[in-house]
């Protein structure tokens, strides 16, 4: 019924109002579990807070990669990143379960649409890898 990779549109929606699908799925994937927009800046973007069930890796940045430009800064065993892509910036730190995205206000679905994507990706790729340990 689940492989790993699988994410919550996957499901049909029979399956999606089941409460064990759901629990399965986010047990065993990386999700969104919280969007939460903190501020509206003056010239129309808003400041989002994405927060994830689990911790931002260098797996995840290298997926980052592949849908826009990274910036990296080491400290420590901790890498602090920015991502941009078109008007969109993304924040965060590895080993943190929180991202922190300006965009404009128009394109906040497009954001969240491209958020969605990095995960299902990374995910993908993480199956892809302990599939083949």
């Known amino acids: 019924m689940f492989c ?25 994937t990386m999700h969104i579990i919280n969007r939460t927009i903190s501020d509206r800046c003056i010239d129309g973007a808003v400041s989002c807070e994405y ?4 911790p931002v ?15 990296k800064r080491n400290l420590g065993s901790l890498v602090l990143f920015t991502c941009v892509k078109e008007q969109m910036k993304l924040k ?15 394109d906040l679905e497009s954001a969240d649409r491209f958020i969605e994507d990095v995960v299902r990706l990374y995910m993908h ?5 302990e599939g083949r340990i």
């Open 4 to 28: 790993p990779g699988m994410s919550y549109s996957d499901f049909s929606p029979h399956q999606k109002k089941n409460k064990s699908v759901i629990d399965i799925i986010q047990a065993h």
């Open 51 to 54: 927060s994830f069930s689990e």
């Open 57 to 71: 890796d260098d797996s995840f940045l290298e997926v980052l990669q592949v849908f826009g430009t990274v910036t």
């Open 92 to 106: 965060g730190m590895t080993g943190d379960t929180l991202i922190l995205g300006t965009v404009p206000k128009a």
């Open 125 to 129: 790729r993480k199956a892809d890898l």
